[in-house]
């Protein structure tokens, strides 16, 4: 079964601080991989699309991994700001043939404290 | 702000009414998408548009009807909804279906409750 599954469900940091979110997948085959930020009552903002041969990626302070074989990949948040308290959700894309799909993660929380 | 908008912000409608959601782009994106997301859930798939012709439906009520007037603007009409349908509804778009690494850009949402 194709799955996506997010940790921590959420987390509280302190502002300056850097911080790990984990994403783990079991969805075949695979396309690619996305993460998103959320905040509340918004829409979703892309933040980072890996594909298969893509190890890391960033986009300012937000650096995403991807280990295609192990199916993990990693958002690491450097020096942490209040505004990036949000749900950052972590999206897989499949594809077969006409079938394309985007499976979603449930999210981590992130609460960035003063 | 941002480059998918969408209209209104908060909607508060009847069982019986009958109301529409829109939704704009100007990227000339030729793929736009309705979701729709339940608190603290991710965003659920409606329906995707590929080229103002409808490609995916997935399996929605026909209380939901999708239209695609032009490569800007797509509408969700609502009619006889229940209070299970209250949520935040999402317009998305992208440059096409097809092209798999491009990103979904996403409107604000349309905060629907129907009472």
């Known amino acids: 079964k194709n799955q996506v599954e997010q940790s921590p469900q959420s987390l509280i940091i302190l502002e300056g601080k850097n911080c790990t979110l984990q994403?783990?997948?079991?969805?075949?085959?695979?396309?690619?991989l996305r993460w998103y930020k959320q905040d509340t009552g918004r829409g979703p903002v892309s933040l980072t699309i890996?594909?298969?041969s893509e190890n890391t990626k960033s986009n300012g302070r937000y650096t995403a991994t991807l280990d295609a074989d192990t199916k993990q990949s990693s958002l690491h948040i450097t020096a942490s700001q209040l505004s990036d308290s949000a749900s950052y959700i972590c999206?897989?894309?499949?594809?077969?043939?006409?079938?394309?799909?985007?499976?979603w993660g449930l999210g981590t929380s992130l609460g960035v404290n003063p | 702000d941002t480059e998918v908008t969408q209209t209104p912000k908060h909607l508060v409608m009847g069982m019986t009414n009958k109301k529409s959601l829109k939704c704009e782009q100007h990227m000339g994106h030729r793929a736009m998408y309705w979701y729709k997301q339940k608190a603290k859930k991710p965003p659920e798939l409606m329906f995707v548009y590929s080229y103002e012709k409808l490609s995916i439906n997935e399996s929605v009520p026909s209380r939901f009807s999708p239209e695609c007037p032009n490569s800007s603007l797509l509408n969700l009409h609502l009619h006889a909804l229940q209070p299970e349908d209250s949520a935040l509804y999402l317009c998305?778009?992208?440059?096409?279906?097809?092209?798999?690494?491009?990103?979904?850009?996403f409107g604000d949402g349309t905060r629907l409750s129907i009472l």
């Open positions: 999206v897989v894309r499949s594809y077969a043939g006409n079938n394309r799909k985007l499976i």
């Open positions: 998305a778009s992208s440059q096409g279906q097809g092209q798999s690494n491009q990103p979904q850009h």
């Open positions: 994403c783990n997948y079991t969805v075949s085959p695979f396309s690619n």
């Open positions: 890996m594909t298969f």
